[in-house]
């Protein structure tokens, strides 16, 4: 049994790196998918992990298997279907931000009776909003997290916004907050956070999320850190200062240092203090700092050794 089982999307991302001298953009395939991200980078940082999804037939999603397998992530999750591996095209402008364009295949076609595996047990279930835009996928998620849940593990969930997977932005906050009250721990950005809860306020939405029993609501701010609400309280965490080379893959390695380290405890979230939580953050602020350092989701992603040498 596994500490931590993602389950959603793992894609090939299509990442600029640069331009040749004809002005052409260049391209890395690099393994990306954010619940498949978490699960790599709690695995580089101490925790066993597992996931769960579904790649197609062909020469990336052998790839996509080999890279989780390399990472010591537990495939036997990973189902093969007929159609191609998930593609997502990342464009980076000067600043390392984003740009996304999807090419959907095989991870929407994950079934229930698959998604099944995700809640076999363990410490924590994780999933995104990604996995809730088109069924079977939609349907299987959640039913993995409802069991998850009846079983006694926590649900960790990335409400992650992208637009150009929704009809409509109404009906992408309307799914994206039907799992509200099934979650544990919720991780966010700053600009996810206004369209879950109708507001840019920190305090008063990570508020309002909390009322709706969430126990850890942590809003992601860039380089500026996190905003963290827990038991009540809400305090902003400094990030650190880092030269940015691509942002790919740093909230996904936030989430997966932050819940690696919940998984040291017996219990993860019962009797956390505020100080022990303050010193996780600030262990999982490095960790996507060192990501933003460096190119690519899954191949910058820090090991424990480099974190703590």
């Known amino acids: 049994m596994k500490d931590i089982t993602a389950i959603g999307e793992i894609l090939i991302d299509l990442t600029q790196t640069g331009i040749n001298e004809s002005g ?14 978490v699960a790599v980078a709690a695995s580089r ?26 990472d010591k992530v537990d495939c036997s999750g990973l189902y093969t279907g007929s159609a191609p591996t998930t593609m997502a095209v990342v464009a980076v402008d000067g600043r390392g931000e984003r740009s996304f364009r999807f090419v959907r295949g095989a991870d929407r076609d994950l079934s229930p009776d698959e998604a099944g595996k995700a809640a076999a047990g363990g410490k924590f279930l994780h999933f995104g909003s990604v996995s809730l835009t088109e069924d079977p996928a939609r349907s299987a998620t959640l039913a993995a997290v409802r069991a998850a849940r009846e079983a006694g593990v926590l649900v960790s969930y990335d409400p992650n916004y992208r637009s150009a997977l929704w009809p409509s932005q109404e009906e992408a906050v309307d799914w994206m907050r039907r799992p509200l009250d099934l979650t544990d721990v919720l991780k966010l950005s700053d600009e996810e956070l206004p369209l879950l809860t109708g507001t840019d306020r920190l305090e008063e939405g990570s508020r309002a999320l909390e009322e709706l029993g969430i126990q850890l609501v942590l809003v992601t701010l860039g380089g500026e850190g996190v905003y963290c609400r827990w038991r009540g309280e809400g305090w902003h965490q400094p990030g650190v200062p880092v030269q940015v080379a691509d942002t790919n893959g740093a909230g996904d390695t936030f989430l997966g240092a932050v819940l690696s380290r919940l998984c040291r405890r017996g219990a993860p979230l019962e009797d956390l203090t505020r100080a022990e939580l303050g010193d996780i953050l600030s262990f999982a602020n490095r960790a996507a700092a060192l990501t933003c350092s460096r190119s690519g989701a899954i191949p910058a992603m820090p090991t424990l050794a480099e974190l703590e040498g």
């Open 24 to 37: 052409v953009p260049l391209f890395a395939a690099n393994p990306g998918g954010a619940p498949a991200n």
């Open 45 to 70: 940082l101490g925790a066993s992990t597992a996931f769960v999804g579904k790649v197609g037939d062909d020469g990336f999603g052998a790839y996509l298997r080999r890279v989780l397998e390399g």
